[in-house]
């Protein structure tokens, strides 16, 4: 019986730590419905897991930075934030801006990312991008091309 409830720990145990390494990757997302990815994140925020930003990560997927705690995102040398005003479809078929669902995205990012989009003149429907050096300024870098390289 102690053999028994020492495997079982040991199980355990081992499956607690693989879960706190687990890791969603973002490469090409192009976003969507804001309440989708609340709700997505959410549910990613609770999970523990890391989030590695590796490529294209727009619209409304950047809610992920408000979402999940900053040390559990990091970005490759690929990673591309692309933010834009919120909209909706008018009568006429035609993307209308939201200023209220604007108002309520940019309020989900961190200070320093709204610092940055306010530097550029704010959320609008032009899409404006966060990459390279500027973005490794702000997120701590992962190293998955290291890791892709070394595997193949």
């Known amino acids: 019986m102690r053999l028994l409830t020492g495997l079982l720990a040991a199980v355990l145990l081992l ?9 969603v990757r973002i490469a090409d997302d192009r ?59 008018g009568s006429n078929g035609r993307a209308v ?11 989900m990012y961190p200070a320093e990312i709204r610092r940055w989009i306010a530097k550029r003149g704010g959320l609008t429907r032009q899409m404006i991008f966060l990459r390279g050096k500027q973005l490794m300024s702000m997120y701590r870098p992962c190293y998955m091309d290291a890791q892709a390289s070394a595997s193949r």
């Open 97 to 107: 801006t939201n200023p209220e669902a604007t108002q309520m995205l940019y309020t």
């Open 31 to 89: 976003g969507g419905r804001i309440g989708t990815y609340v709700d997505k994140y959410q549910s990613l925020r609770s999970s523990g897991e890391t989030v590695v930003i590796d490529g294209l990560c727009a619209s409304a997927c950047t809610i992920v930075l408000g979402a999940v705690p900053h040390h559990k995102i990091c970005v490759t040398s690929r990673a591309n934030l692309g933010f834009h005003a919120a909209w909706d479809l």
């Open 15 to 23: 499956a607690g730590a693989a879960s706190a390494q687990a890791v």
